[in-house]
T-cell receptor
């Protein structure tokens, strides 16, 4: 079982819709959870971090964490064509320093 | 967060040769890491670069193939040794922010081995 699992997509949504990205992880000792955005040919960019159960909102982005279910999600409201990218779910390992990435979900927002 | 400068940004190398990638952070950081991202794949951690001591390698990666240096808290190098076409990939330097929780990245080195 992979440590971080994501649906590879592609996920296609119309402009203005809500994009929902999901992720599960296997390490129950993980304490930190992240969503990175990666445009083609670029390095990953951190867009959300979440450390406790529940929701965390930042602008059009909402991260949701459920440690009991080992589940992390990212909602993007009012999706824009500029949101088209690969979204990487990541966790820190039990030691708390190494960041482990999922395979990523490709998102396409159609104008 | 701090800024990471990585060079070269890309290179085309002959098989059997070695390439050293440099990573410079504009402030002192405790933790630095090297990742590989093969075409169409996610990031795989190669090793943790430890300041003043040998790097800690992940399963499947060995020091003879990927020697790493970290002479101080702002600089690290990764060497890809005795390259083969299978080493063609993007190599990314990463560091943790001041709170040692969030990872940020250099711009990556795109390596093609012919």
């Amino acid at each position: 079982q992979k440590e971080v699992e994501q649906n590879s997509g592609p996920l296609s949504v119309p402009e203005g819709a809500i994009a929902s990205l999901n992720c599960t992880y296997s390490d129950r000792g993980s304490q930190s959870f992240f969503w990175y955005r990666q445009y083609s040919g670029k390095s990953p960019e951190l867009i959300m971090s979440i450390y406790s159960n529940g929701d965390k909102e930042d602008g059009r982005f909402t991260a949701q964490l459920n440690k009991a279910s080992q589940y992390v999600s990212l909602l993007i409201r009012d999706s824009q064509p500029s949101d088209s990218a690969t979204y990487l779910c990541a966790i820190t390992d039990t030691g708390g320093f190494k960041t482990i990435f999922g395979a990523g979900t490709r998102l396409f927002v159609k104008a | 967060s701090a800024v990471i400068s990585q060079k070269p940004s890309r290179d085309i190398c002959q098989r059997g040769t070695s390439l050293t990638i440099q990573c410079q952070v504009d402030s002192q950081v405790t933790m630095m890491f090297w990742y590989r991202q093969q075409p169409g794949q996610s990031l795989t951690l190669i090793a943790t670069a430890n300041q003043g001591s040998e790097a800690t390698y992940e399963s499947g990666f060995v020091i003879d193939k990927f020697p790493i240096s970290r002479p101080n808290l702002t600089f690290s190098t990764l060497t890809v040794s005795n390259m083969s076409p299978e080493d063609s990939s993007i190599y990314l330097c990463s560091a943790l922010d001041g709170s040692n929780t969030e990872a940020f990245f250099g711009q990556g080195t795109r390596l093609t081995v012919v």
